[in-house]
Structures are given as C-alpha cells and as structure tokens.
C-alpha cells in the first residue's frame, strides 16, 4: 500500500540521521581525544 512504503521511506530517512548523528558523536569524540593528546 500507500501508506505501507511511505513507512518505509521515513524509516529509511531516520536511519540515516541516526547514523550521521552517530558519525559525528564518533568524530567529535576522536577529535576531542586528538586535541588532548596533542596538549
């Protein structure tokens, strides 16, 4: 249905974020660890 592939398409988009969400928590925290490392 309609309705059922819409729910998959937001699913999908809210994956996503989550996992570009996700990469940036993991590169702030390397870079964070670069920066007290390197003081």
């Known amino acids: ?3 059922h592939s819409l ?3 937001q699913q999908q988009n ?3 974020i989550l996992q570009s969400y996700f ?3 993991m590169q702030f925290r390397q ?3 670069n920066f007290l ?3």
């Open 1 to 3: 249905t309609i309705f």
């Open 7 to 9: 729910h998959l398409g």
């Open 14 to 16: 809210i994956h996503r």
């Open 23 to 25: 990469g940036l928590i």
């Open 31 to 33: 870079w964070k660890i």
């Open 37 to 39: 490392f390197h003081n």
